[in-house]
C-alpha cells in the first residue's frame, strides 16, 4: 500500500495519482514486471522522453506550432544529461533552460487568451452601445443578438475543449456566460422584455451550466466564475433581493451545489468563496431590505448555512478521517465569526432578545465545545488544527458572552474565571497559544480591577463588598494557575519556566492591595459617619480631629507587618525562596514608612505602639531565621 503524502489517503500500487487531491503518487508502475523487461521499459521510456525533448526544443526554434494537451511532459532525460529537480527548468543542450518557455507558454497560452476575451467582450459591447445610439437595432433586436453571441462563444468553448484546447475553451466558455448575464440583465432592467422572476430563472440556469461545464471537465476556474455569477444574479435582479422566500432558498440552494461539487472535486477554495459571498449577500440583503416580520425565515436561513458549512469540516475530518486542511480551518472560524455577527445584528433588534445576547454567545461557545471534544474523541486528538478551531471560537464567544451579560464587578469576575478556565484548557489539551490567551485575559482583568474599577463601594458597606470579593477571586485565580503551572512544570516551554514563580508573588501582592484598600474603607466609613467610637479622652474627636487618620495609619503599618511576617513563614513551610524575599521587601517598605511617616506624622501614643508593633514584628521573624537556618540554607542551596 502507498499513502499520499498531500492528503494521507492510502492506495495499492496500481494508482499512480491520487484521485482526492491530484497529487502523483511515488508508485512504481513497472514493479510487477520481470526485473529484465522493467529495465528495457525504462531504457525505452528514457529514449522517448529525450526525443521529445529535442523536438520541443527545434519547434521553438523555429516557431512551429504543436497541437498538445495541456498536461505538461514529465519524464526522464536521457543518460549523460542532468535530470533538473522536480520545480526547477530542465537544462537543454546550449545552456537553455526550460523555465523561459514556460513563462512564454503561459503568457502565450492563458493571459493572451484571458485579456482576448476581456476585449472581445469589450468591443462587443461598444459595438452594441453605438449601434444602440443610432438605433440601428431595436431593443429585442439587441438582446437577441448578445444572447447569441454569449452561446455562440459557449458552441466555440464546448468544441475546441474536445480538441483539447482546454485553456482557450475555459474563456470562451466564461465569457460566453458573462455576455448572456448581461443580455438577460439588460432584458430585465433596460428595455423590460423580462419580468424579474424569469430573468432571475434565466440567469440562475446559465448559472447551472457553467456549474455542469465545470464538473463535466474538471475545471475549477469555471465553477469560480459560476459562483460569481450565482451570487450576482439577485443583484442583477431589480426586485429579486427584496423577497426573502425567494433570495433566501435561492443562497441555500446555490450552496448547497458548490458544497457537493467542491466536496467530491476536492476544490476547497471554492467552499471558501462560497462561504464569503453567502455571508456578504446576506449582510448587504439585510442592511438594505430586512424587516421584522422575515425574522423566523432570516434566521432558519443563518441557521441552514451554519450547518451546511459546519458539515465540510465533518465530512472530511470525522467521516472520511482526513487532517483539517486550511481550508478547513479558515471554514470553520470565519463560519462562527460571520453566524455570530448575523444573528447578533438581528437580534439586538428584537425587543425580546436584545437584552440576552449574552446567553446567545455561550450557546455558541458550547456548540463550539461540543464539537472540540467530538473532534478530540474521534481523532483520538491528533487533528490538533481542527480541536484548536473549535476551542478558539468557544474561547472568543465565552469571551464575548462576558461584556454582552454582565456589568460591574460581575464582568470583572467573568474574565477572572475566564483566565483560570483558559489556563487549565491549556494545560489540558497541551496547547501554549491557549495558556498565553489566559495571561493575556488576566492581564486585561487585573488591569481593570485596578486602574478602571467602575463600581463604586457604597458608605454602608462591609468587608464584603463587590471590591474585595473581586480583588479576592483574582488573587485566588492567579493562585490556581500558579497551581496547574507547578504541576505540569515538565511539560512547560522554556518562556513558562518562571510563571508559577510570577503568578504566586503577583497574588500575594493582590491580597495586600485588597487588605490595604479594606483598612483605608473602614477608617474612611468611620470618619464620614462621625461615630465616636473611641473612649477616654478621645471621645468625640473622630469626625473632627486627626485621631481618625492616625489609627489608620497605624493600623495600615501593623497590617503590613502582620502580612510580612505570614509571608515569611509560608515560605519557610513551602520551601518557596521568592516568596520570602518578596516579604523582606515588604518589611523594608514598612521599616522606611514607620520611621518616616509614622514617627513624623503620628500621635505621641499611636507613634509608640507603631515602633513596638514594628520592633516585635521584627525580632520574630529574627527569631524564625535563626531557628530555621540550617533549613533555609538548605533551601537555598538547592535552588
Request: charged share 15%; aromatic share 12%.
Amino acid at each position: 500500500m502507498k499513502q499520499c503524502p498531500k492528503c494521507q489517503a492510502r492506495y495499492d500500487d496500481s494508482w499512480n495519482i491520487c484521485i482526492r487531491c491530484n497529487q502523483t503518487l511515488d508508485v512504481d508502475a513497472l514493479a510487477h514486471l520481470p526485473p529484465e523487461v522493467a529495465a528495457e521499459f525504462r531504457a525505452l521510456k528514457t529514449l522517448v522522453t529525450a526525443l521529445n525533448r529535442r523536438i520541443q526544443c527545434l519547434e521553438e526554434q523555429l516557431g512551429a506550432p504543436r497541437e498538445q494537451s495541456d498536461a505538461p511532459i514529465q519524464a526522464a532525460v536521457p543518460s549523460g544529461e542532468v535530470a533538473a529537480p522536480p520545480g526547477e527548468p530542465a537544462s537543454f543542450p546550449g545552456g537553455r533552460q526550460a523555465g523561459d518557455s514556460a513563462l512564454e507558454i503561459a503568457i502565450g497560452r492563458v493571459w493572451f487568451n484571458r485579456i482576448g476575451i476581456l476585449a472581445i467582450i469589450l468591443g462587443v459591447s461598444f459595438f452594441l452601445k453605438y449601434a444602440f445610439d443610432n438605433n440601428w437595432v431595436g431593443p429585442l433586436g439587441r438582446v437577441v443578438l448578445g444572447l447569441l453571441a454569449g452561446l455562440g462563444m459557449i458552441a466555440g468553448g464546448e468544441a475546441t475543449h474536445r480538441k483539447n484546447y482546454r485553456i482557450f475553451a475555459e474563456g470562451l466558455i466564461t465569457g460566453g456566460a458573462t455576455v448572456l448575464y448581461l443580455s438577460i440583465y439588460a432584458a430585465v432592467n433596460f428595455f423590460h422584455l423580462l419580468a424579474a422572476v424569469p430573468g432571475f430563472l434565466c440567469m440562475a440556469v446559465v448559472t447551472l451550466f457553467a456549474g455542469t461545464f465545470a464538473v463535466r471537465f474538471d475545471s475549477p476556474r469555471v465553477l469560480r466564475f459560476s459562483i460569481l455569477g450565482g451570487f450576482l444574479t439577485p443583484f442583477l435582479m431589480a426586485t429579486a433581493e427584496a423577497d426573502p422566500v425567494m433570495l433566501l432558498p435561492y443562497i441555500l440552494v446555490l450552496d448547497i451545489g458548490i458544497l457537493g461539487v467542491s466536496y467530491f472535486k476536492k476544490w476547497e477554495d471554492c467552499n471558501l468563496l462560497a462561504l464569503g459571498l453567502t455571508y456578504v449577500t446576506f449582510f448587504f440583503w439585510h442592511a438594505d431590505r430586512y424587516l421584522p416580520p422575515y425574522f423566523i425565515a432570516t434566521e432558519l436561513f443563518l441557521g441552514a448555512c451554519l450547518g451546511l458549512f459546519l458539515m465540510v469540516a465533518i465530512l472530511n475530518n470525522f467521516v472520511n478521517q482526513q487532517p483539517a486542511t486550511k481550508a478547513d480551518m479558515g471554514i470553520v472560524i470565519l463560519n462562527g465569526i460571520f453566524y455570530f455577527l448575523a444573528n447578533y445584528m438581528l437580534l439586538r433588534r428584537e425587543q425580546f432578545a436584545s437584552r440576552q445576547l449574552g446567553f446567545f454567545a455561550i450557546l455558541m461557545a458550547l456548540l463550539y465545545l461540543l464539537l472540540s471534544y467530538s473532534a478530540f474523541v474521534r481523532t483520538a486528538s491528533k487533528d490538533k488544527n481542527l480541536i484548536l478551531s473549535y476551542l478558539s471560537l468557544c474561547l472568543l464567544f465565552a469571551t464575548i458572552a462576558i461584556p454582552l451579560q454582565l456589568e460591574g464587578h460581575w464582568l470583572s469576575i467573568g474574565f477572572i474565571t475566564e483566565f483560570t478556565i483558559l489556563v487549565w484548557l491549556g494545560f489540558r489539551v497541551r496547547s501554549l497559544g491557549i495558556r498565553y490567551a489566559g495571561l493575556v485575559v488576566a492581564a486585561f482583568a487585573l488591569a481593570r480591577i485596578v486602574f478602571f474599577f467602575d463600581m463604586p463601594v457604597p458608605a454602608s458597606a462591609n468587608v464584603w463588598n463587590p471590591r474585595f470579593l473581586t480583588y479576592l477571586s483574582m488573587a485566588t485565580a492567579m493562585l490556581l494557575s500558579a497551581r496547574l503551572y507547578r504541576e505540569h512544570r515538565t511539560e512547560l516551554a522554556p518562556a513558562e519556566c518562571n510563571f508559577s514563580t510570577a503568578l504566586a508573588l503577583g497574588a500575594a501582592l493582590v491580597l495586600l492591595v485588597n487588605l490595604s484598600l479594606e483598612v483605608d474603607l473602614f477608617f474612611d466609613k468611620l470618619a464620614r459617619a462621625g461615630r465616636q467610637t473611641l473612649p477616654g479622652p478621645y471621645a468625640g474627636k473622630i469626625s473632627g480631629g486627626r485621631t481618625i487618620e492616625h489609627i489608620k495609619q497605624f493600623s495600615l503599618s501593623a497590617v503590613w507587618m502582620a502580612y510580612s511576617f505570614g509571608l515569611i513563614m509560608l515560605g519557610i513551610a513551602r520551601k518557596f525562596r521568592a516568596l520570602r524575599v518578596m516579604a523582606l521587601g515588604l518589611f523594608v517598605l514598612t521599616i522606611a514608612k514607620v520611621f518616616v511617616f509614622d514617627l513624623a506624622e503620628l500621635d505621641r501614643l499611636w507613634r509608640i505602639l507603631s515602633f513596638i508593633a514594628l520592633g516585635c514584628v521584627l525580632l520574630g521573624t529574627s527569631f524564625a531565621y535563626q531557628k530555621f537556618r540550617d533549613k533555609i540554607a538548605g533551601f537555598i542551596s538547592q535552588d
